[in-house]
């Protein structure tokens, strides 16, 4: 097959994804990496290089998204959908949508701006403020208390937009849990809303629930490689994040799993772009 990966600088020496090239590679398939943030890409190359599939390694408003878009607008096939990709890179968006479908995530409040949580309602603490665009876990706030607020919304502050969401009481620690084109892995992690509470990243057993909830998330979404965080809560287990093509840390043999599921996803037959043809004159 012929693979084209899209790769913003900070995974440019990351395992995931240049381990994941490399394997492929070594298993006979031809692989074109693409930088966008260092590269001027001709958009003729997403007619002329036939490649089978795109792969997008970037942050949440990475320079690829667009390239990734404009392969799936000409009919190359995208790992994962460009509008998958899209749909959850917005975290606002990705709260709705899951709200809407009835999937366990907190209710959400969206503010233009960090000054704008200032108005949150005293009923509604503790809370959990954190920027739209973000990823890692990083400039995540638990807020205990309107007075705690301010340092919050200090810190948020030219980040764009935030979301306010309920916080969820649990036992202070996350799981991430990845989904590879179905195949469903857990991990133990830290959360980043309970530092103190350090634990050893490692995978755990995946609870019939727990799999039915990452499940819906993918269907719902079109995700088919993706990671979700999850806490359990007094009700069950919660959706605080969701993340395409994530690291897949602590997944057992991630290289060569990921690999085979792109492999296998990029072989599905291809869905035609809509749109109008045109003759050039």
């Not at 958009?43 to 997008?56: E, Q, T, Y």
């Not at 949150?120 to 920027?131: G, L, Q, S």
């Amino acid at each position: 097959m012929k693979l084209c990966f899209l790769v913003e600088d900070k995974y440019r020496r990351d395992g995931m994804p240049l381990d994941l090239i490399g394997r492929l590679s070594a298993w006979g398939h031809e692989v074109d990496v693409v930088e966008p943030g260092r590269s001027l890409v001709p958009l003729d190359v997403l007619r002329r290089r036939g490649h089978d599939a795109w792969i997008l390694k970037t942050v949440s408003e990475g320079p690829g998204l667009s390239l990734l878009d404009a392969a799936a607008a000409c009919g190359i096939t995208t790992i994962n959908d460009a509008r998958a990709v899209r749909s959850v890179r917005d975290k606002a968006v990705a709260a709705a949508v899951a709200r809407r479908c009835a999937l366990p995530v907190p209710e959400t409040l969206y503010a233009a701006v960090a000054d704008v949580v200032d108005v949150v309602d005293p009923d509604r603490y503790p809370i959990v403020v954190k920027p739209v665009a973000g990823h890692a876990g990083k400039s995540v706030h638990l807020v205990r208390t309107p007075d705690e607020l301010a340092a919050a919304r200090d810190a948020l502050r030219g980040t764009g937009a935030v979301l306010v969401q309920s916080y969820v009481p649990n036992s202070g620690v996350d799981y991430k849990v990845y989904s590879l084109g179905g195949d469903i892995h857990a991990t133990l992690r830290t959360s980043p809303l309970h530092p103190d509470r350090a634990v050893r990243p490692r995978e755990v057993p995946v609870p019939d629930d727990m799999a039915r909830t990452v499940a819906g998330i993918g269907e719902v979404f079109g995700l088919d490689l993706f990671g979700v965080d999850v806490v359990e809560g007094p009700d069950g287990w919660v959706v605080v994040d969701v993340n395409d093509f994530p690291s897949f840390r602590a997944v057992p043999d991630a290289v060569d799993r990921v690999a085979r599921t792109i492999l296998r996803l990029a072989a599905r037959p291809v869905v035609p772009p809509q749109g109008r043809s045109w003759t050039a004159v």
